[in-house]
């Protein structure tokens, strides 16, 4: 199982920003950014489809019009731009990858079983 790497998180204050990284694997259909808080089960923040240039995104609802997935296909690198910062946005961010040659339906992007790559996390920290 490929390793992914994360970087880029930190320590904020509310409203700030950070941009998160991770390598993109070549054989990857999907890429995605979950985010876990202790005691609390993983959640789905973003997902870009990486087979083609200007790949199709989703986002989870508290997210959107904040945070922005995006890719640089030439440096095979996914980004997680977070704007506006909350105290509620605090977690270990982990970043994902989903196989090619297997085929699902648009709605499982949410869905951990779905992706076979992870990396090991990087912390966001938000304070007020």
């Known amino acids: 199982q490929a390793q992914l790497a994360e970087s880029g998180g930190g320590s904020v204050q509310v409203g700030g920003s950070l941009t998160l990284s991770c390598g993109v694997p070549?054989?990857?259909?999907?890429m995605g950014w979950f985010r876990q808080v202790p005691g609390k089960e993983r959640e789905a923040v973003a997902s870009?489809?990486?087979?083609?240039?200007?790949?199709?995104?989703y986002y989870a609802d508290s997210v959107k019009g904040r945070f922005t997935i995006s890719q640089d296909n030439a440096k095979n690198t996914l980004y997680l731009q977070m704007r506006n910062l909350e105290v509620d946005d605090t977690a270990m961010y982990y970043c994902?990858?989903?196989?090619?040659?297997?085929?699902?339906?648009?709605?499982?992007?949410?869905?951990?079983?779905?992706?076979?790559?992870w990396g090991r996390g990087t912390q966001v920290t938000v304070s007020s």
């Open positions: 070549p054989d990857t259909a999907r």
């Open positions: 994902a990858g989903r196989r090619r040659g297997i085929s699902y339906e648009e709605y499982r992007w949410r869905e951990e079983w779905t992706y076979a790559y």
């Open positions: 870009i489809n990486t087979k083609i240039k200007t790949g199709r995104t």
